[in-house]
């Protein structure tokens, strides 16, 4: 349990502020020399860097900075050397239990590896740390490298050349606060016991996203009916029938100008790209409102025949002419919020397949023109079982949601004790 403050034992002045009296702080090198650790490596394998032919789909994972974060490795996107090439590796191989740590390109996230196999190999990203557990608990040195005294100290001293970096002589230059061990392991167990919580809520939004895809592909498609419509009868149409296309030109010098990215939908330019490349004068771009449609013709991860988004979180916004946008014809007949999942989930690909032209992938663009996108043949149902699939969608959305949300309001906990718990501003009972 957490002490009161008043209960705090005496501070001394450290490099890095007050620390409790009876805590250390030591460099790294210090951590090495006098046991904490036993090792400090990173994945600078020299002459032995393996070349990209040399991966394969099987073999030892090769672990990079961009494979792990939030404590965990990703093994299922890491690259993979065949087993006889690996074992030409004799430095940078991390074995169970090591804390890894992100250090060039990507700096600052850590995993705890937890493997079966007798090693994996460090790509040149990575640093890994193994520790002496009679008197360093790699938990809690795992939470250590993420509080704010640490990150602060590379923060400083990270510098740009090609990309940010933390070498591994720096990283040995810097300081680590450091109890005795049945505090570390206080510590450790406290934190984790957040992280599991957090890991727990994870998991059950990837299922409920499972839960929702299945529903997007079977109700959107006619494959499942709901209650009441199994003997309604869908209707074949274009998207022409039910859409007219939105050219309205911005006459009115509106400046929110967004951008549609597959993942995010409708993001202010300023925000997706830190700056705004519109030009300046905007009188020549769409001018789209709210509830209206754009289809983005730039393919990208997830959406190999581009995105179409429908406008929620502005009352206008302008856009560029490259995108198709458009609006429904007659809302009393069908509903925006039924084909805002329609198009989400991707129901548009068969048919864009046939009218993006061969050739047409220029400048990360697919080339189909307005007339064959309206000319896309669909198959819908009636107002009423739109207006169902859509509310069960929508009711799948805000279950989602509500999970993220008590995800974020977790990991604010979790960034609240370590701020205290990894300075000494409060102490468990041990």
Known sequence: MLKNDTSLPRFKLSPLGMIPIDWQLLKIQKLIDEG?????????????????EEFSENGIPYISANNFSNGVVDFYNCKRLPEKRAQKFKKGIAIDNDVLFAHNATVGPVALLKTDLEYVILGTTATYFRCNKDKLINTYLLYALQSSLFVKQYSKIMFQSTRNQVPITTQRKLSLTIPKLPEQKAIAHILGLMDTAINKNNS????????????MQNLLTGKKRLNKFEKEKWEDTSLGDLFERVTRKNTEQNTNVVTISAQRGFVKQTDFFNKSIASEIVEN???VEKGEFCYNKSYSNGYPWGATKRLKDFEKAVVTTLYICFGLKNTQKNSGDFFEHFFEANLLDKGLTKIAHEGGRAHGLLNVTPSDF??????????PEQTAIAQVLQAADKEIQLLKTKTEKLRGQKKGLMQVLLTGRKRLTV
């Open 36 to 52: 904490y650790l036993i090792d400090h490596l990173d994945g600078n394998h020299g002459a032995l860097y393996p070349g990209a």
């Open 204 to 215: 059950l939004i990837a299922k409920k996203e499972l839960q929702k895809k299945w529903l």
């Open 285 to 287: 771009y769409f001018l």
């Open 374 to 383: 309206f000319s896309l043949k669909i198959t819908i149902p009636t107002l």
